[in-house]
């Protein structure tokens, strides 16, 4: 495994007064200092009209107008009671929400000024894609900036971000992400003197530059590295330290119910595919546009506020999807502004795959692309940019998979970088603290099946991935990654060892800026891992695909796939319930209004490749029951997807070039 990121800890000394007297006394307290409760109204005291607070995304923060800037200051003194020095080592914690920024234009989230010579001595900016201290000692001549870059913080989205300084190096931490670390080669001064400055909040004194945004914590932390006071946290973009109460609760005036304080509230309405719903979501409004219904985010999920809840009536065939060889896979996306596309992952290398568009209410060829025994498509976006990405799986040794990247002018994907992968079988990516990864399922090199698959990383200069971790895997089949809370998973199946099938697949959590072993659970043949969330309730789904024993040189195609359970008592997966099914390779999970459905690939019961794929309902206490059975040939994979027309469910043929789509009729 490659080496895993490490914190960094800073051990602060700060500058002291001299006070012979009574010795050494730093020249703070060593307390977080709270930089927004000075310029926030005390108790019996009204908001100015100046600031403004606004509630986004289920959280309150200051917004500043354009005459804020003597407003919102005090005197330096007032923080550094004993001597006149800026802390040598410290913290700055800042959680804020910005809306996109020009190119060239950068917001100054503090600064400290000297009033007398009009001069910045120390500032805390962002701009479109970078953050900077800027820090400029009186009478030294010599400014140093810190620059850390690549960080798109101009998103609308809320974002708490701790910089940390000591001596030459810098490190600065966002939504308890991974650490960027900077060494500089001149050191943070020993003795940056604030006599007669002042702290401006939001602005660097004058109106220009005034932060657009929200604020809502602003804590200067000495002597330390604030990160680990902070993270992690069930909601890293909110980590708090230090958040006034004037911005967490919102006191009421006296013998009403009206807050003493008015607030403005964002009220937004998202159209398009299903967002997810979550704490910081609540109360977001959803508007789905094929059912022309309502939905509200309760923190949880959304509640539907207008129409009728649909209910799964019956499924009936819709379309045949001629491809040009056998599928493994399908994925279904969509590019913004273009359309609903799906890929096929098709076996032959000859015709190669095929990428079909939705058009006039049916998927047709689109775009072919060069394949070599295509086992899985993934596509994913990345600042706004689409990309495909496919599993070769032809040579047993070393295969290049390659990503395409969408190209706006030509309207089709072309070759953006190719990863040497080895039998894969399948790619997930996925977004953890404002990085971007992929992961690949590395299924054998000859024919040894225990080999490293690996984890690779973006690079946002170089626009490319490289590999950040490398983990051990048995026949890797599938990868799956998965959010609970404030923690981050990576599960794989693992399918065979070489002698049998009777394995362990493995349960990955995110610690200390790498993926680490978390559980470990006996599988049969484990082909895919399927994770969902029902009322506060975490599930994994595993299809097992077949019993087979080299030893004994027998093999059992009908065997249990299994659902678990996360128990809140032991922090682990637990058996919830066993579902009979016949070489299991796919579970898809999908919700059609207030019901839950999972659909399972039967693709063999050691005799015919034709038969009944299930869907299962969600039934409370007695978990997940049949309901509907469909005919299916070879079953590899579904998909879910929904249009103006209604919701589709879609399943790729491992044993024949037509592919079929189911519709779903509801009521």
Request: proline fraction near 4%.
């Amino acid at each position: 495994m490659l080496t895993c990121w490490s914190n960094l800890l800073v051990a602060g000394v700060l500058v002291a007064a001299t006070v012979p007297s009574h010795g050494w006394r730093p020249c703070t307290d060593l307390q977080p200092f709270d930089l927004l409760a000075r310029v926030l109204p005390q108790p019996g005291q009204t908001l100015s009209p100046q600031v403004q607070m606004v509630q986004s995304g289920g959280s309150r923060g200051l917004r500043l107008a354009d005459a804020t800037a003597i407003l919102l200051s005090y005197a330096a003194n007032q923080i550094f009671t004993n001597c006149d020095f800026f802390p040598a080592e410290f913290s700055l914690v800042a959680t804020f929400k910005m809306p996109r920024l020009r190119q060239q234009k950068h917001e100054y989230i503090l600064s400290v000024v000297d009033n007398e010579a009009d001069s910045l001595l120390l500032g805390l900016r962002v701009s479109h894609n970078r953050v900077h201290l800027l820090v400029n000692p009186p009478g030294t001549g010599g400014r140093l900036r810190l620059s850390f870059k690549e960080f798109s913080l101009d998103d609308n989205h809320w974002h708490t971000m701790v910089l940390a300084v000591s001596g030459v190096d810098a490190a600065l931490t966002v939504d308890c992400g991974l650490k960027l670390e900077l060494t500089q080669v001149r050191s943070f001064p020993a003795a940056l003197s604030t006599r007669g400055s002042r702290f401006y909040i939001g602005t660097r004194k004058r109106t220009t530059h005034r932060f657009s945004g929200l604020i809502r914590q602003l804590v200067l932390v000495p002597g330390s590295d604030a990160t680990t006071r902070l993270c992690p946290s069930s909601e890293p973009q909110l980590a708090h330290l230090l958040v006034p109460q004037f911005l967490v609760s919102v006191p009421l005036s006296p013998g009403s119910l009206s807050p003493l304080y008015p607030y403005e509230a964002e009220a937004r309405v998202t159209s398009g595919s299903r967002p997810q719903c979550s704490r910081s979501k609540d109360g977001q409004l959803w508007f789905n546009i094929s059912r022309k219904r309502m939905s509200v985010c309760d923190g949880v999920t959304w509640k539907t506020l207008q129409g009728d809840s649909e209910r799964l009536d019956y499924v009936e065939d819709f379309q045949d999807l001629y491809t040009a060889s056998e599928t493994f896979d399908v994925e279904v996306f969509s590019i913004p502004s273009v359309g609903l596309f799906l890929a096929a992952a098709n076996r032959d290398s000859g015709p190669g795959s095929g990428i079909y568009r939705w058009t006039k209410g049916s998927f047709r060829l689109y775009q072919n692309i060069s394949t070599r025994e295509a086992r899985a498509w993934k596509h994913f976006t990345i600042d706004g940019q689409s990309f495909l990405v496919v599993a070769n799986s032809r040579e047993a040794d070393r295969e290049l998979s390659v990503i395409y990247r969408w190209n706006s002018h030509r309207l089709r994907f072309v070759h953006h970088q190719s990863l040497e992968t080895y039998a894969a079988l399948d790619w997930e990516a996925f977004n953890m603290h404002n990085h971007s990864f992929l992961v690949v399922a590395n299924h054998r090199r000859a024919s040894n099946h225990n080999i490293n698959s690996v984890i690779y990383r973006w690079n946002p200069k170089s626009k490319l991935f490289e590999v950040n971790q490398t983990l051990s895997t048995s026949g890797a089949y599938d990868w799956e990654f998965f959010t609970m809370g404030r923690y981050h998973f990576l599960v794989v199946a693992n399918t065979f060892d070489g002698r049998t099938t009777n394995i362990g697949s493995t349960i990955y959590i995110w610690m200390d800026g790498c993926f680490r072993t978390f559980q470990n659970i006996p599988t049969l043949g484990a082909t895919d891992w399927e994770p969902f969330e029902l009322g506060g309730r975490f599930f994994l789904a595993v299809a097992n695909s077949q019993n087979l024993s080299l030893w004994l040189g027998s093999s059992r195609y009908s065997i249990n796939s299994t659902i678990y359970e996360l128990s809140t008592l032991t922090w682990t997966f637990e058996r919830f319930q066993d579902i009979l099914t016949h070489s299991a390779l796919d579970w898809e999970f999908f919700t059609l209004g207030e019901e839950k459905l999972l659909v399972v690939a039967n693709s063999h019961d050691g005799s015919s490749y034709s038969l009944k794929s299930v869907v299962y309902r969600w039934q409370g206490a007695e978990g997940f029951v049949a309901v509907h059975r469909l005919p299916t040939l070879g079953c590899r994979d579904w998909e879910h997807f929904s249009t103006k027309r209604g919701h589709f469910l879609v399943y790729s043929s491992a044993t024949s070039r037509i592919s079929k789509v189911f519709k779903l009729r509801i009521y």
